[in-house]
């Protein structure tokens, strides 16, 4: 069966200190992987797409990586908006365009 | 900058009930998708929608439900008779592309059953 799993369920950093969040996947056939930040009540908003092993993105203070079996999600010297739950979801071969989320990563950044 | 708009923001409703829900999505986006979100669940995959034809659809989406594109700005999701497990955020997302996991979603459709 298909799966995502994100840890860890949820994240408290002081403001500047940096960490990583991790997507690891099993599916049958990987077409891309995708990073969303969701604040609460609001809709999915996109953050990356990654297709390969080894490919990287970034934007701002987020970086986000990809090998055979995870993704991470870095993130350098966060502030306070940076506090959102981050969603991996994936996209298989063979299964048209329906994105299977992971449970997301709920991140808090104090000042 | 364009955006996905849902309406109603909220609504609650009695089991055994109709409920459409309503978006517009994003005005030269060719494709059309509706997810759910159960309460501390994770983002589930109802139905996606391309050339007035639904292109895949999830477990989750049976009889019960519907979509439509009625107008050229409209995109609909039709719930027959509701069911307490029903309850959930509806997120209808669009896309430029096909097979992208670039998706633009909206705020979301709370829908509450009792």
């Known amino acids: 069966e298909d799966q995502v799993t994100q840890s860890p369920e949820a994240l408290r950093l002081q403001e500047g200190e940096s960490s990583s969040l991790n997507c690891s996947y099993t599916?049958?056939?990987?077409?891309?992987l995708f990073w969303y930040r969701q604040d609460p009540g609001k809709g999915p908003e996109f953050l990356f797409t990654l297709y390969s092993a080894g490919e990287e993105k970034e934007k701002e203070r987020l970086k986000a990586t990809l090998t055979k079996k995870e993704s991470f999600l870095h993130i350098t010297a966060p502030k306070p908006e940076d506090s959102a739950t981050y969603l991996c979801?994936?996209?298989?071969?063979?299964?048209?365009?329906?994105?299977?989320f992971g449970q997301g990563t709920e991140l808090s950044v104090k000042p | 900058e364009p955006e996905v708009t849902q309406t109603p923001s909220h609504q609650v409703t009695q089991m055994g009930q109709e409920v459409i829900l309503r978006c517009v999505p994003i005005s030269n986006h060719l494709y059309f998708y509706w997810y759910r979100q159960i309460l501390g669940q994770k983002v589930e995959f109802l139905v996606s929608?391309?050339?007035?034809?639904?292109?895949?659809k999830s477990e989750i989406f049976d009889d019960q439900f519907s979509v439509e594109r009625p107008d050229g700005s409209n995109f609909t999701l039709k719930i027959r008779s509701t069911k307490l497990e029903d309850s959930a955020m509806y997120f209808c997302a669009s896309s430029e592309l096909t097979l992208t996991g670039e998706l633009f979603f909206g705020e979301g459709s709370r829908l509450t059953v009792l």
């Open positions: 599916v049958s056939g990987l077409r891309g």
């Open positions: 979801a994936v996209q298989i071969y063979n299964q048209g365009g329906k994105l299977i």
């Open positions: 929608f391309y050339n007035n034809e639904i292109s895949e």
